[in-house]
């Protein structure tokens, strides 16, 4: 059964009022709010747990790390890996691309090719340029129609043997747009030897994910979009690609030995978990899998997908809106403009006053921005706690604002 009164309770934060309105948060592709479950966790972690783990021989440290192996272990049955070790925790998508980018360093040379797509966040753009600048290698970029929609005829144009990384997004964050990752994996290993890097920061919250069915060799989310804390996300690697590649940071906890003569470092996951990891965070990021599990992952998509249907159809009877991808295949986010009417951080404000919470501006996907000739968007985005009456209120804001400043 699902119940939204019920889900909602849940969620302590969204009870209070916002310039005196009703809090309406719709910035969940920015962030998510986090249940009371997990945040209990944090709480106990911080009362009764604390202390550092993997090198205490006392009560607490070991208590700590079994609890953090526990929450690993639920991430690894949550992205369907085959071992806990392939699940690396991160401070979020950014560390996690960051950190493949610069591993996959000794395996690009001059002129070998980088392929990613113009729907990608920052992150999944700036750290292959800078792979690209330490290299030599060059970044070519999956264009997109008028839709929002790949062009996957240049994915065939582009896979070639010089080609040693694809990395695309499952979900665009600017647009909600759903990627073919099946189909742009299936080419890819058809035709290359290239790594394959799927970020999954907007999917991982909406969808059931299957590295291994996949068959992708990484794959990056962040926590804090999927009801767990911030600070905290996920790297899975494949064993035998995680085992070959050098280490990322260097310090305590990834080393086997360390002496003036050299070091040996860990094996994995450790191997790529140097410092004093988020440990509270991690914990709570298996109690946000346990809540995404509680409410049904089914109960999320359809409930996800009526509020998406549902944003659509009402915003659309509103004149002069553009929604961008409008006729996409698209989940959890509706990103529009008012045509002619001021810029959408105007949009923004005036909901704000209303206590509606939407994000503004070009949500860190430029290109994308450029693509479309445009300064931003307002974007809404949903979670398993939105209403259909929300929507209305959205919907209303939306007028009001147009009302305001034509
Ligand atoms: N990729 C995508 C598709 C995203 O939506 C985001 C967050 N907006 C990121 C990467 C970066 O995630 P984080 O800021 O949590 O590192």
């Known amino acids: 059964m699902f119940d939204i009164q019920e889900i909602r309770s849940q969620f302590s934060i969204l009870d209070q009022h916002v310039n005196s309105k009703q809090l309406v948060y719709l910035d969940n592709a920015a962030t998510s709010q986090k249940p009371n479950s997990v945040l209990e966790v944090c709480h106990k972690y911080y009362t009764e747990l604390n202390a550092n783990v993997h090198r205490g021989i006392h009560t607490l440290s070991q208590l700590a790390t079994e609890e953090m192996e526990i929450a690993r272990r639920k991430v690894q049955k949550f992205i369907n890996a ?7 925790f991160t401070k979020g998508t950014t560390e996690g691309l960051n950190l493949i980018a610069y591993i996959l360093t000794q395996k690009l040379k001059k002129d070998d090719e980088i392929i990613i797509s113009y729907l990608e966040h920052h992150s999944n753009i700036v750290p292959w340029q800078l792979l690209c600048e330490r290299t030599g290698a060059k970044l070519r970029v999956i264009p997109i129609d008028e839709e929002g929609v790949l062009q996957l005829d240049y994915l065939d144009k582009f896979l070639n043997e010089k080609t040693k990384i694809v990395s695309v997004n499952q979900v665009s964050n600017a647009l909600g747009i759903i990627n073919p990752i099946e189909e742009i994996i299936a080419k890819t290993r058809k035709n290359t030897n290239a790594y394959i890097v799927i970020d999954g920061a907007q999917s991982a919250p909406h969808f059931t994910i299957d590295v291994q069915k996949l068959d992708c060799d990484f794959f990056v989310f962040s926590g804090h979009k999927m009801y767990a804390p911030m600070g905290t996300g996920i790297l899975y690697g494949k064993q035998e690609i995680l085992e070959d ?4 940071h260097g310090g305590g906890e990834m080393i086997s030995t ?8 860990a094996g994995l996951p450790f191997k790529y978990e140097a410092g004093t990891p988020n440990v509270g965070g991690n914990i709570a990021l ?4 346990d809540f995404i599990y509680k409410v049904g992952q089914d109960n999320i998509q359809i409930h996800e997908n009526n509020l998406l249907e549902y944003a659509q159809k009402k915003l659309l009877e509103i004149e ?6 409008e006729k996409a295949k698209r ?3 509706v990103s529009f403009n008012l045509e002619g009417v001021g810029i959408s951080s105007d949009v923004g404000m005036i909901l704000d006053k209303l206590g509606i919470a939407v994000r503004t501006g070009h949500h860190c996907t430029q290109p994308i921005m450029d693509y479309f000739n445009i300064a931003g968007t307002v974007r809404a985005s949903f ?6 009456g929300e929507i209305d209120l959205l919907v209303e804001g939306v ?8």
């Open 82 to 88: 085959k071992y806990d070790f392939e699940v690396i």
């Open 399 to 406: 007028k009001k604002a147009q009302r305001m400043l034509s």
């Open 383 to 388: 979670a398993v706690y939105n209403t259909l």
């Open 331 to 333: 989940t959890g986010v």
């Open 245 to 248: 590649l050098p280490p990322f």
């Open 320 to 325: 002069n809106i553009k929604i961008y991808g």
């Open 286 to 289: 298996g109690a946000a899998v």
């Open 258 to 265: 360390c002496s003036f003569d050299g070091t040996t470092y």
